[in-house]
């Protein structure tokens, strides 16, 4: 048997290439159209749904899916709650959750629709604070809970609200990017002092495999998860600590400890160094660009395209200031400076004009540029690079070119 491929990212590990798994045609929506007549329900809009499978974590996945061709807005999705043997799954899982919260718990349910799950939660710990989201539902604040009729904004709400425990139920089937919702959850837990759980439930489609059965794959779910893509997913959120099944292996849920990888946070820590020193850096250098033109030297820049307009644009070298930009490529000459708009020279000039600096931007080609300044009977008093946040003499000061 041949294999049905094509290229598609997939929502999970990101692998860029799929099997064809299901090619299903063209099709309503089966839950959220709610048609309020027969006639109403045939002329409902058809969506392409072609789900394929991810050949490397295994998930499945309609790749033709348009979040925008389902009315969340209006028709909110509504879980029915009430079959006996379903109650009994809702109540495991609650007491599972339970099992990790402190006596009085800061729990938010991404979400969360009516909020039956969240109100089972607050009722079991009373003085705790329950806290829901969904865009698409507003039902009543009170009793320890409250509601957010918005998108939950997990880099900011997670600092925001600083909780404990986070509850995603059946939602993660409906994202086009759950795997961006759950890295941004796990770095948001980064901004809080404390540990904090991520309790996730998905439908599970392992028994798909062994009993043929097409009826799972409808349009709202752009994603059916198996055993081990959702493992996978979870593993991009922290350590997976627990991860079961309920409801005879229909769903499948976890309990993560969110955690980003320590050499990602110290490499992201970083970063906010450098952020902030490119600050620095910048002012520091427009400052002695501003004293070198305001001491009434003679500056050229060699180079004004690439990095060299990139430093001309960083430090604000302006044309009015520095009007002399010089290039060792005659194809280059004549052009200008994009963004400033200095007009590119030949080197040449520089041998009828005399200028007390040249500023060289592309510090990792000045040996070349001097070398062929010497060759070329080009003489200047002072050559000045880029490094560590300021302008240095090539010549008088240590640098690493
Ligand atoms: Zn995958």
Known sequence: MTCDLIEAACPVCSNSV??????????????????GSAHAAQSLPRHA???????????????????????????????????????????????????????????????????????GLAQARPGGRFIGFDPNATPETGLGVEFHPRLFEPLADMRAFQPDAVVIRH??????????????????????????????????????????????????????????????????A????????GYDGEVVHALVKLAVPAHARSRAEAAARFAARTVESRATIAQQ???????????????????AAAFIHHFGADAERFPLVVDSDPGKVGTFVPGTGQRIEFRDVLKQTDVDVIVIPTQWRARDIIAEMTREGIATKRVMIEHDGGLVDFFAQSHPY
């Open 289 to 307: 660009l501003s004293q070198l033109s305001a001491s009434g030297q003679r500056v050229a820049i060699w180079g004004g395209t690439g990095k």
């Open 238 to 245: 922290g350590e997976v600590v627990t991860l079961d099944h």
């Open 49 to 119: 749904q072609d789900f394929v499978q991810c050949p490397s974590c295994t998930h499945v996945w309609n790749h033709r899916f348009e979040y925008d061709a389902i009315p969340y807005q209006s028709n909110p999705n509504r879980m029915f709650n009430n079959g006996s043997i379903w109650k009994g799954h809702l109540a495991q899982t609650r007491d599972l959750v339970l099992s990790r919260l402190p006596d009085a718990p800061n729990v938010v349910e991404i979400g969360c629709g009516e909020g039956h799950f969240l109100r």
């Open 18 to 35: 799929a099997a064809r798994f299901f090619p299903a045609g063209e099709q309503t929506l089966a839950t959220l159209a709610w048609p």
């Open 171 to 236: 939602v993660l089937e409906h994202l086009t990017e759950p795997a961006r919702l759950l890295q941004a959850l796990a770095w948001g837990a980064m901004s809080a002092d404390k540990d904090c759980w991520l309790f996730a439930e998905v439908p599970c489609i392992d028994r798909v495999f062994d009993t043929h059965r097409l009826a799972d794959f409808f349009y709202e779910h752009v994603s059916h998860f198996t055993t081990e893509s959702f493992r996978a997913l979870m593993s991009r």
